[in-house]
């Protein structure tokens, strides 16, 4: 996958790193069923590298400017590893609670590692052990579950995909 520029910085969204559709083929088609679970394919692929939260805290802690030195400052080419994960998680809803499912596809992505270590060193160890992925797959709701970090996934994960 070619490196991806600076794209842009917003303290109110999450930060994201578009993934051009074209080079998210998946070996699954438009939808698959695991364990019984019917899944949709998603349109937009992208790489979650803070969350709203995250944002919202790095703004305030050293701005955005500084941001983008330190994204810039890294190579940001992911490589897709061919490897998935079934995840789950139970959101509250408008009328009770939602079943959501995503399947996720680990990338390879040591800016990520160290964007995300140089910010807990500055800012404190929520920032720490981020997990590079990009979700292919969803259930419930569209824009999927949300893996901040690896003590996230350990609590959605539900096991590995066989591709």
Known sequence: MPALPWPGFSPGRAFVLPLPAELMA???????????????????????VLDQ???????EGIGEAPL??????????PRRTGRYALLHKTKPGDSGTLDCWSMIEY???PAMHAFRGELA????PTF????????HY??????????????????LWVRDVAA
């Open 26 to 48: 998946a070996p699954f088609g438009d939808a698959c069923g695991i364990d019984g679970v019917r899944l949709k394919r998603k349109s937009e692929f992208h790489v979650t």
């Open 53 to 59: 939260a995250m944002c919202r805290i790095a703004a």
């Open 68 to 77: 983008r030195t330190l994204y810039e400052s890294l190579t940001w080419a």
């Open 107 to 109: 990338l390879d992505l």
């Open 121 to 124: 060193r500055l800012l404190g």
């Open 128 to 135: 720490a052990d981020p997990v590079p992925h990009v979700t």
């Open 138 to 155: 969803v259930r419930g709701d569209p824009n999927g579950i949300g893996v901040p970090d690896t003590r996230a996934l350990a609590t």
